[in-house]
């Protein structure tokens, strides 16, 4: 018996979309606004999806003030109220959501969580999100 | 195959409590919700069904069918009850979430024919919900 549990989070962040390996106008032409030098920011709302049986004697599949836990060390202290561009995370990626998003979910490959990690799936605005399962299929 | 989510909504009150441990083991394990008091939620059930679309009627499902088996099934017994005394499901075990979703699942999983149940959703709050598919 198989339950996915999903715990959502909040953390802000500015960033700017420009890749140095583009002209200027290159990317202002391929990042449109989200090329400002001055950059600017979202609040992202990260879910983290993690999936298992249920223990019979707590009826939960995890803990969940340890899953917070770990997310809010992993995650939440590292990006929230951070410029995502000065991070070591993005020295080589464009800070997009997308790799933002495989960013969060390659951070908690890496750590022991309560149960496995199925996804993670950030919203940058309430028009984008972005999923991410790494190697395994998204389950829907 | 189309897929097709009908959401509902209930209030319930429940505790966390395994009669086997001690209170402290209890308060340990469940914190705040070993309250033996309890506390309450709006739940937010989503319910997804898969099948085809029938040609005459344009419908996966009738939704009014459809809301008719939620309202029988689950909500009647769910909404505004106390989960650990009024729900036979969970005299035996206790009513978190993830034990609420799979006993609204075996509650739907035989009575939507011909569509097939795909997936209950089950919003404890808007920060944290179950998903169960039958697996």
Not at chain 1, 85 to 101: C, G, R, Y
Not at chain 2, 7 to 29: C, I, T
Not at chain 2, 109 to 127: F, G, I, K, M, N
Request: hydrophobic share 40%.
């Amino acid at each position: 018996m198989k339950v996915y549990l999903t715990r959502r989070y909040l953390f802000s962040s500015s960033h700017r979309l420009h890749n140095p390996l583009l002209t200027a106008d290159a990317n202002r032409e391929t990042y449109g606004k989200c090329n400002n030098p001055h950059g600017h920011g979202h609040n992202y709302f990260l879910e983290v999806t993690v999936s298992g049986p249920i223990a019979p004697a707590t009826g939960m599949l995890c803990d969940l003030a340890h899953l917070d836990a770990v997310v809010a060390r992993e995650i939440l202290d590292r990006f929230d109220h951070q410029n995502l561009n000065q991070l070591q995370e993005f020295s080589a990626t464009v800070p997009t959501t997308e790799n933002l998003a495989i960013q969060c979910q390659q951070i908690l490959s890496r750590v022991a969580l309560p149960a496995h990690l199925e996804s993670i799936r950030i919203e940058e605005t309430a028009n984008n999100s972005f999923e991410f399962a790494g190697a395994q299929p998204l389950r829907r | 195959m189309i897929y097709l989510t009908r959401k509902a909504e209930f209030s319930a009150s429940h505790y966390y409590h395994n009669p086997q441990w001690n209170p402290e083991e209890n308060l340990r394990v469940f914190g705040k919700c070993a309250n033996l008091n309890g506390h309450g939620h709006n739940y937010t059930l989503e319910v997804t069904v898969a099948g085809e679309v029938d040609a005459v009627t344009g419908f996966v499902i009738d939704l009014k069918l459809l809301k008719d088996v939620l309202t029988r099934q689950v909500l009647d017994d769910f909404d505004h009850r106390n989960l650990n005394k009024e729900v036979s499901e969970f005299t035996a075990q206790v009513p978190t979430t993830e034990n609420i979703a799979v006993a609204i699942w075996k509650r739907l999983a035989t009575s939507l024919a011909p569509v097939q149940l795909h997936r209950v959703r089950l919003y404890e709050q808007p920060d944290l919900f179950v998903d169960y598919y039958g697996e």
